[in-house]
């Protein structure tokens, strides 16, 4: 890939994955408030009408576990390990506050080791149901508006109906630019890599919506102008997972020889191709994007009449990905200890198989430390389906 | 078949009969189809227990059909089933060694696999799941199975709880809490009525939640009899005493089972028979399911004087009247009220002793109320759900009792790979050797 190092959106962007929260800190200077949050369950739309900046925590996959193994045990998921241990070291010290919502038992679980040793001034766990019937929109919305009241308390300010409305249009936009991103990576070979959308998704989520949507129409705009690479003939690769949020994944892969081209990732096409409904009552539209559009395994997805069916409204969009960015093979990478991923493996790798995509599996610690394993079942996994 | 541990003994007649209790639960899934009756696959603490029995659906209790795999010693063979098709072994082993069975007998055309524990379980008509504030696996266990048994419908509702936060007051959440647990309750029965093909008796329902209260209430009447010095009963067979009220509440059988035992802790009382002679050591299982392939680890801790005359585990249940429910004519409502009543009535507790927790100020009672000298808890690898936070609830513990002797021990539930006899008996010694030091100095 070339003209990366001299192209502003991606220099930025690079910034900001480097050095993660530097904006964030430059906001609380200014007198923000800071939020952190965990997961694609946090309802980012509120907080941005709360007028706070919403930061979604990261792991560091190239530091080692130290000062969070003496709070939280080694049998939870290692990607919330390493988002603690970098909480609980400092690196996230400009947080006012944290949501957590309840998407995992590695989260929820661990609820209270969190807030007592981060001790934020403001705290709050969102209990996101794990059903989507009618009752669960009711009480997602119940419990938003629970949320919306701690915040208020919080803040001392009034979060209106009109301020949720107009994050709802900022939040939507941010989601349709993104779109337009990835569709650059649709062409053979893509107009971005796979380690440069990573920097941009990650920089993403640690701006405030509105600055978000600046930097990726920036990167959209440089990647669309700079000249194309020339390697068409590599394999494309598509990757599954939750937060996968650091380059040496994507770096594994395309050192490997292939080009990354999409995911279906918790901080990538997961999060933004979803949008919210404009609704009359903004909370409706927020808790069905929420609970009934957004595809991860902790949400429970079984109105269908039969098992196929049922597979069709969990994974269909993932044959769709494949079929529109040209996949040739998925890599499922999946952390260890995540009971929710784990026990899908077997139906989603059948599933995507089943369409003639070729599937690896792969279940490792969030740790560059173990990535050499890895590394080697990509290239044989290449080599396989070359 | 792997070697089979010699039983573990019982300081209780009463729970010598457990083991038929465990049988008749799995045979009534097989004779289930000869007597025209729906097999549910469930799980326990769901609040599908009074519906089914309502409806004569018999359930199939896969944590249990995992335990007794494991307390034979003979899961691995289900284990490495589920592996062989991608299931990790870090994920509950109780499901996967489940989910491992039922993989294999469909492979087998539906033949019983050869060594199933107890001539094993029946194939369930229907999965019944649940998502909770704890336990993915109440879910996607479910979402699992039907990947090997395409034909048998999944139903998966939400039972939640307000959760705890020091600074909100959950009596304002609980009124919508309950509303939608009796909605999902409702949508339940409308599942079962559709696939069982009968409706819901009413009156029926009403009659068995009345008895799963009863039973609740000389539940812990009983073990409150625990409070005795000796203590009559550990947690080693509290782990096999808790069966009636944890697969078969709202039967008659459970609740007569807990007053066999209420008359026999009570003549032990009298005679002054005690689980250790002479009793050294008071300890509180705090948390954490147990390692059902060592249950003889508790007769290590009773070899040393060590007793425990209560735990966390399983003890699921609480006075009725503690509870304080309100009335209502709606039998889903009133287990939803026990439902989320039971989780919240520990949070005021809490809130009086400084960073304290719900689950905390739970241990501290039971400390307090049965004169403990120690706690135990025990971290399962492969379970998130009971044993993440255990590290937390121990610091906390040390904020209230300084140098309170606490020990951790690792395992897990059904994998008895995570094992080490010699280690473990070890990690005791030492214990023991810990309260013997801190008995002194409080003494000083």
């Not at chain 2, 009636?244 to 002054?272: H, M, R, S, W």
């Amino acid at each position: 890939m070339t003209g990366s190092q001299n192209s502003k959106g991606l220099e930025k962007a690079d910034r900001y994955y480097k050095q993660y929260g530097e904006r964030a800190k430059e906001l609380k200077k200014e007198g923000r408030k800071i939020i952190g949050y965990m997961s694609a369950l946090t309802p980012v739309e509120i907080l941005t009408a709360a007028g706070v900046a919403p930061i979604r925590l990261k792991g560091f996959m190239d530091e080692a576990v130290t000062k969070g193994d003496a709070y939280m045990e080694s049998i939870i998921c290692p990607f919330v390990r390493s988002a603690f241990d970098a909480a609980v070291k400092g690196r996230f010290g400009f947080m006012d506050g944290m949501v957590l919502p309840h998407q995992c038992d590695s989260i929820d679980r661990t609820n209270e080791v969190w807030s007592s040793n981060l001790n934020l001034p403001y705290w709050h766990f969102l209990n996101v149901p794990h059903v989507t019937g009618g009752p669960s929109i009711e009480f997602m919305k119940e419990i938003l508006r629970v949320f919306i009241g701690t915040l208020e308390k919080f803040l001392g300010t009034k979060i209106t109906d009109t301020a949720i409305a107009q994050a709802i249009k900022a939040h939507n936009e941010n989601r349709r630019l993104m779109r337009e991103l990835y569709i650059l990576r649709k062409q053979n070979p893509p107009l971005i890599s796979g380690v440069e959308m990573m920097k941009v998704l990650v920089a993403a989520m640690s701006l405030p919506v509105d600055e978000s949507s600046a930097l990726i129409k920036s990167v959209t705009e440089e990647v669309k102008k700079r000249p194309a690479p020339a390697d068409g003939n590599r394999k494309r690769i598509m990757i599954i997972g939750d937060q996968i949020d650091h380059i040496a994944i994507p770096e594994a892969i395309e050192n490997a020889g292939a080009w990354l081209v999409v995911d279906d990732l918790s901080i990538g096409v997961k999060v933004y191709w979803p949008e919210v409904d404009e609704t009359t009552d903004p909370l409706q539209g927020i808790a069905e994007r929420y609970l009934r559009k957004l595809k991860i395994p902790t949400t429970f997805v079984g109105e269908g009449d039969t098992y196929e069916e049922n597979l069709e409204a969990r994974f269909g969009h993932l044959k769709q990905r494949i079929a529109e960015f040209k996949v040739d093979g998925a890599i499922l990478f999946i952390y260890k200890y995540c009971d929710p991923y784990g026990f899908e493996v077997p139906a989603v790798k059948s599933y995507i198989e089943s369409g003639g995509t070729p599937v690896l599996y792969l279940e490792d610690e969030y740790s560059t430390s173990t990535l050499a394993r890895v590394k080697t079942r990509i290239e044989a996994f290449l080599e396989m389906i070359a | 078949m792997a070697e089979e541990k010699k039983r573990r003994a019982v300081a209780t007649k009463t729970a010598a009969g457990i083991p038929k209790f465990v049988r008749g639960n799995l045979s009534a899934t097989l004779k289930a189809k000869e007597e025209g009756k729906k097999v549910a696959k469930a799980f326990i603490h769901d609040g599908h227990d009074e519906i089914m029995r309502a409806m004569d659906i018999v359930p199939a209790w896969g944590e249990s059909f995992s335990g007794v795999c494991a307390a034979k010693r003979d899961a691995e063979k289900f284990l490495q089933k589920a592996e062989s098709d991608n299931f990790s072994r870090s994920l509950c082993t109780y499901a996967t060694c489940h989910i491992g069975f039922e993989m294999a007998r469909e492979e087998q055309g539906g033949a019983m696999p050869e060594g199933a524990p107890w001539g094993g379980m029946g194939r369930p008509d229907m999965i019944l799941g649940n998502g909770q504030l704890l336990c993915d696996p109440r879910f996607k266990w479910p979402q699992a199975l039907q990947h090997y048994l395409r034909d048998v419908p999944v139903f998966v509702t939400n039972m939640y709880y307000p959760p705890w936060d020091p600074n909100v007051d959950h009596h304002e959440q609980e009124k919508f809490y309950v509303k939608y647990c009796t909605e999902e309750l409702h949508e339940t029965v409308k599942f079962c009525e559709k696939v069982t093909g009968k409706k819901m008796d009413w009156d029926r329902l009403a009659a068995v939640v009345d008895l799963s209260d009863k039973t609740w209430d000389l539940f812990v009447d009983t073990y409150d009899l625990r409070k005795a010095i000796p203590t009559p009963m550990d947690t080693g067979d509290a782990m096999n005493t808790m069966v009636p009220i944890t697969f078969n509440i709202g039967t008659q059988e459970a609740y007569d089972f807990y007053v066999e035992l209420n008359n026999e802790l009570k003549e032990k009382i009298a005679q002054g028979i005690g689980v250790a002679d002479p009793e050294k050591y008071r300890l509180i299982w705090a948390a954490g399911l147990p390692s059902w392939f060592a249950l003889n680890d508790f007769q290590y801790f009773n070899g040393k004087g060590a007793v425990f005359p209560v735990e966390v585990t399983y003890r699921d249940h609480e006075k009725i009247e503690r509870l304080d429910l309100p009335k209502t004519n709606d039998p889903l409502e009133r287990i939803a009220w026990r439902w989320v009543r039971y989780w919240t009535h520990w949070y005021d507790a809490a809130r009086k002793i400084p960073g304290s927790t719900p689950k905390v100020a739970r241990i501290i009672e039971y400390f307090e109320d049965y004169k403990c000298d120690g706690v135990v808890f025990h971290s399962a690898f492969s379970c998130r759900s009971w044993h993440a936070g255990i590290i937390h609830q121990a610091e906390v513990l040390r904020k209230v009792y300084k140098d309170i002797p606490i020990l951790i021990m690792e395992g897990d539930i059904v994998d008895i790979s995570s094992y080490n006899e010699a280690d473990t008996h070890n990690r005791i010694d030492a214990f023991i050797e810990t309260l013997e030091a801190y008995r002194n100095k409080q003494k000083n």
